[in-house]
C-alpha cells in the first residue's frame, strides 16, 4: 500500500463506522447492551484509525484542491464546511459519551448520545461524500 490509497482506506474506515453506529443504534433499541457496546467501541476503532491515516496522508500531500466548478464546487464546499466544523467536534462528543458509559451513568450517556450519534454519523457519511467527490469524480 502506498500514501496513494489512503484516501480510499479512510472512505472504506468511514463507510465502516457510519455502518457500525446505524447497527449499534438498532442495538441498543432492542436492548442488547453488550452486542451495542462492542460494536460502538468499533466504531470508535475505525473513527481512530481514520484520524491517524487522514493526518498521515495529509502531512505528506498536504492539501488537495477540489477541481470543480460552479454549483457543484458551490455544493462541495458546503459540505466540506459543515463535515469540517462537526468533524472537530466529534471526538469530544464520542470520549465523552464512552466515559459516560463506563461509568455506568446511563441516563446521561443517552441524553449525550442523542446528540453524539447523529453528528458523528454525518460526519462519517459526509466523509465518503467528499472522498467521491474530491477523487472520484471525472474533471
Not at 466548478?69 to 459543515?82: D, F, K, M, N, Q
Not at 469540517?84 to 458509559?101: C, D, E, G, Q, S
Request: with cysteine.
Amino acid at each position: 500500500m502506498s500514501i496513494a490509497d489512503l484516501p480510499t482506506v479512510n472512505a472504506l474506515l468511514n463507510g465502516t463506522a457510519a455502518t457500525l453506529l446505524v447497527t449499534g443504534f438498532f442495538l441498543i433499541r432492542s436492548g442488547k447492551r453488550e452486542a451495542h457496546r462492542r460494536v460502538m467501541t468499533s466504531a470508535f476503532a475505525c473513527s481512530i484509525l481514520f484520524l491517524v491515516s487522514y493526518l498521515v496522508y495529509h502531512a505528506e500531500v498536504g492539501s488537495v484542491r477540489f477541481q470543480g466548478t460552479g454549483t457543484v464546487r458551490t455544493v462541495y464546499l458546503s459540505i466540506l464546511l459543515t463535515h469540517t466544523v462537526l468533524a472537530a467536534a466529534v471526538p469530544f462528543l464520542a470520549v465523552a459519551t464512552i466515559v459516560l458509559a463506563r461509568r455506568e451513568r446511563f441516563d446521561s450517556h443517552r441524553r449525550l448520545a442523542r446528540v453524539t450519534l447523529p453528528v458523528w454519523l454525518y460526519v462519517s457519511v459526509t466523509g465518503v461524500v467528499i472522498y467521491l467527490m474530491l477523487y472520484r469524480m471525472p474533471f
